[in-house]
T-cell receptor, first 112, second 115 residues
Framework: GNSVTQMEGPVTLSEEAFLTINCTYTATGYPSLFWYVQYPGEGLQLLLKATKADDKGSNKGFEATYRKETTSFHLEKGSVQVSDSAVYFCALSGSSNYKLTFGKGTLLTVNP | DTEVTQTPKHLVMGMTNKKSLKCEQHMGHRAMYWYKQKAKKPPELMFVYSYEKLSINESVPSRFSPECPNSSLLNLHLHALQPEDSALYLC??????????????FGPGTRLTVL
């Protein structure tokens, strides 16, 4: 079956530091890949997505590239802000169904 | 606009109460979902509606009863819940359920506490 493995953290960074959260997946076919962000006390927000190999999703300074050869979709941001503190979930949607498979989530804390 | 709304934001209920959660979207999406999320965990799928018909029930206990009155509205009826059902309940919608139309947009959730 499908699975997603992401670094669990917690990750603590200083403001303006570089961020990488690793995500690798196992799936048959050609899944769609997503990063969702959950701020404290809120629901999930779609951060970015990619639907085919070599696609780069980007939003709010965050980027992730769909790498089929390494089955990865690592999240990066060049300069984090305190407001980026949240839980980040990597997820995939299989090529034959709707179902979202989530990673366990990574708690990011950015200190001033 | 990618907004999914949920009411109420918070709900406290006793084990003998009957209550309902409501979810609404006006994006023309034809698939709607209920998830349950416990603290520090990813969301777990409960139900999927596709074109207003229940297409997936992930072996959810019958004390949770979903309803889709129309393509924009999704309800979750709650009855005789247990304290372990306390969680954040998230609604989501997508254009469809097929690949490339399956990006799910989530609402803010209802924080449920069962006493």
């Amino acid at each position: 079956g499908n699975s997603v493995t992401q670094m669990e953290g917690p990750v603590t960074l200083s403001e303006e530091a570089f961020l990488t959260i690793n995500c690798t997946y196992t799936a048959t076919g050609y899944p769609s890949l997503f990063w969702y962000v959950q701020y404290p006390g809120e629901g999930l927000q779609l951060l970015l997505k990619a639907t085919k190999a070599d696609d780069k999703g980007s939003n709010k300074g965050f980027e992730a590239t769909y790498r089929k050869e390494t089955t990865s979709f690592h999240l990066e941001k060049g300069s984090v802000q305190v407001s980026d503190s949240a839980v980040y979930f990597c997820a995939l949607s299989g090529s034959s169904n709707y179902k979202l498979t989530f990673g366990k989530g990574t708690l990011l804390t950015v200190n001033p | 606009d990618t907004e999914v709304t949920q009411t109420p934001k918070h709900l406290v209920m006793g084990m003998t109460n009957k209550k309902s959660l409501k979810c609404e979207q006006h994006m023309g999406h034809r698939a709607m979902y209920w998830y349950k999320q416990k603290a520090k965990k990813p969301p777990e799928l409960m139900f999927v509606y596709s074109y207003e018909k229940l297409s997936i029930n992930e072996s959810v206990p019958s004390r949770f009863s979903p309803e889709c009155p129309n393509s924009s509205l999704l309800n979750l009826h709650l009855h005789a819940l247990q304290p372990e059902d306390s969680a954040l309940y998230l609604c989501a919608s997508s254009l469809g359920t097929a690949p490339r139309s399956d990006t799910q947009y989530f609402g803010p959730g209802t924080r449920l506490t069962v006493l």
